[in-house]
């Protein structure tokens, strides 16, 4: 029944359970890795993925080296990045609310990330970001983000350049790019190789009702994953 009728994968939205489990079923078996679902709480914190990992695990992202375990991130208008070394040997997921994304001075879930990436090894020297591929998923456009001071200012306050990813409005708020804003943060630690969502309306969660869900257009609604794993 809607707004459930659509393979929604949260478990915290007001939906049956039985019924969220039966999806998360759907998608194991159509991606053939298992998913782990996070609590995510619009920080920073990664967990690295293991067999024993939890559902319910809190963190806004996940990395692994396990094959056949799929680094998930569950969305409604935030910003899901999906990263990879060129090798393929480590694979993780972020939830990049601006919450997440900002951080504290300059410190970021996707920051974050990349460190996790360097801690194993695999990105040691001053070209190591240049091996990283990231994908962004549909997020909520910028013609629909809008957002206070406080948001803009945890931005700008960073990074002078993120200004011209906020438009003001004319009722004193601003309208921010959020998969620019992601972008930004990932050419600033160096990851070259960025794909997936230009900003463009076709990947703007608030502006397609038939192929996202969005929380900001519907309040009660569904939760999307964007998933990565290895074989």
Not at 164 to 187: D, E, I, V
Request: glycine residues 10%.
């Amino acid at each position: 029944m809607a707004p459930f009728d659509a393979l929604n994968l949260g478990d915290h939205v007001g939906d049956a359970l039985l019924d969220v489990d039966a999806n998360r079923a759907i998608l194991q078996q159509a991606i053939g890795a298992q998913p782990i679902f996070l609590s995510q709480v619009h920080g920073v914190h990664v967990e690295w993925l293991a067999d024993t990992t939890p559902n319910g695990t809190q963190a806004d992202a996940c990395i692994t080296d396990r094959s056949h375990l799929a680094c998930t991130i569950m969305v409604a208008d935030c910003l899901p990045v999906l990263l990879t070394n060129e090798q393929g040997s480590r694979v993780a997921a972020v939830h990049a609310g601006w919450r997440s994304l900002a951080g504290t001075d300059g410190q970021g879930v996707l920051e974050n990330v990349l460190e996790c990436f360097k801690a194993q090894g695999h990105v040691g020297d001053a070209q190591a970001a240049t091996k990283i591929i990231a994908w962004l998923g549909p997020c909520i456009g910028s013609q629909a983000f809008e957002v206070g001071n406080d948001v803009h200012d945890a931005f700008v306050s960073q990074a002078v350049a993120a200004q011209a990813l906020f438009l003001p409005t004319t009722r004193g708020k601003w309208l921010a790019n959020l998969q620019g804003l992601a972008r930004l943060r990932l050419a600033a630690a160096g990851v070259t190789q960025i794909y997936g969502n230009d900003g463009s309306s076709a990947w703007c969660t608030v502006s397609q009702p038939s192929r996202f869900f969005s929380y900001r257009r519907d309040r009660v609604t569904g939760r999307m994953a964007a998933c990565i794993w290895r074989d």
